[in-house]
């Protein structure tokens, strides 16, 4: 399982564990994935992610999944929730 948030694209980065002496040495810092059920408002059901805690609280100041989705770009998406945007558009266009 890649280590890739599903909804911002963030991902591990690289840099050095310093110590007392000023040595240097590699590792690596990880996002803080997290395993949720988030609720589509338009298609009544959940959507099983792996998001970082900083993008539920985005999703959640923008007032649900839908709306966010609706305002993220496609390029920092994942194939999955990328096939949910589209089925929330979908449904959108569907009810107006």
Known sequence: M???CELTG???MT???????NNKTKRRFLPNLNDVT?????????I????????????????GLDKFL????????????LKVKKEIAK???AQA
Do not use: C, F, W, Y
């Open 2 to 4: 890649s280590r890739v």
């Open 10 to 12: 963030k991902g591990p």
């Open 15 to 21: 840099g050095n564990n310093v110590s007392h002496a």
């Open 38 to 46: 988030l609720q589509s408002e338009t298609l009544g059901r959940g």
């Open 48 to 63: 099983k992610m792996r998001i970082t805690a900083a993008a539920l609280r985005s999703v959640d100041h923008r007032g």
């Open 70 to 81: 609706a305002k993220a770009k496609d390029t920092e998406l994942s194939a999955n929730a």
């Open 91 to 93: 449904a959108q266009a």
